[in-house]
């Protein structure tokens, strides 16, 4: 199965300022990638799919980029309702896996 | 707007089963069918498997295959995962979850029932 790395673990960010959340493949995923965000206590929300698509309602802020094995998640300037766990989600292989999170915390 | 409502907190025995529910209250489920998803305390995400809410097909991930099995009841809107022999490695939250055009990415969800498997 792929194997879903995410980098940082954690993440420290001002308010206002971007971020930029790495995610990488141990083997292509094309384009077949999806973001999501989780909150504390909270179900997973779908962020991007099809590696830069945004879903509905979601706010252009929240930009995706990459293919292949490499992927990147940019949000361009963090709202307080923001700092969460970032999940990436590969569905070009099956079985479908998920990397590890990456938490955004507040600096 | 799909919503889905699963069942509350269980607490089982190393060795018993358990069988989460899923409901599409006030609507259907998408036709892309319905995953379950499980989240270990303080981990990351891991994909169980599908079930197909059209013929019932179902899809497992490997590592749970021969462990679970996925169900849908039409007439009440509900699926169902039922997982055999627990361990306390299958202590998690778990989701299920639909793709609103696709069966591979997820835009609803649950809010996640808690298993706890303890002695």
């Known amino acids: 199965e792929i194997v879903m790395t995410q980098s940082p673990a954690t993440l420290s960010v001002s308010l206002g300022e971007g971020a930029t959340l790495s995610c990488r493949a141990s083997q292509s995923s094309k384009s077949n990638l999806a973001w999501y965000q989780q909150k504390p206590g909270q179900a997973p929300r779908l962020l991007i799919y099809?590696?830069?698509t945004r879903a509905t309602g979601i706010p252009a802020r929240f930009s995706g980029s990459g293919s292949g094995t490499e992927f990147t998640l940019t949000i361009s300037s963090l709202q307080s309702e923001d700092f969460a766990v970032y999940f990436c989600?590969?569905?070009?292989?099956?079985?479908?896996?998920f990397g590890q999170g990456t938490k955004v915390e507040i600096k | 707007q799909v919503q889905l409502v699963q069942s509350g907190p269980e607490v089982k025995k190393p060795g018993a089963s358990v069988k989460v529910s899923c409901k599409a209250s006030?609507?259907?489920?998408?036709?892309?069918?319905v995953n379950w998803v499980r989240q270990a305390p303080g981990q990351g995400l891991e994909w169980m498997g599908w079930?197909?809410?059209?013929?019932?097909?179902?899809d497992y991930a490997p590592r749970f295959q021969g462990r679970v099995m996925m169900t849908t009841d039409t007439s009440t809107n509900t699926a169902y995962m039922e997982l055999r022999s627990l361990t306390s490695d299958d202590t998690a939250v778990y989701y299920c979850?639909?793709?609103?055009?696709?069966?591979?990415?997820?835009?609803?969800w649950g809010q996640g029932a808690l298993v706890t498997v303890s002695s």
């Open positions: 099809g590696a830069s």
């Open positions: 079930i197909s809410t059209y013929n019932g097909n179902t």
């Open positions: 006030a609507s259907t489920f998408p036709p892309s069918g």
């Open positions: 989600q590969q569905y070009n292989n099956w079985p479908w896996t």
């Open positions: 979850a639909s793709g609103a055009t696709k069966a591979v990415f997820f835009d609803y």
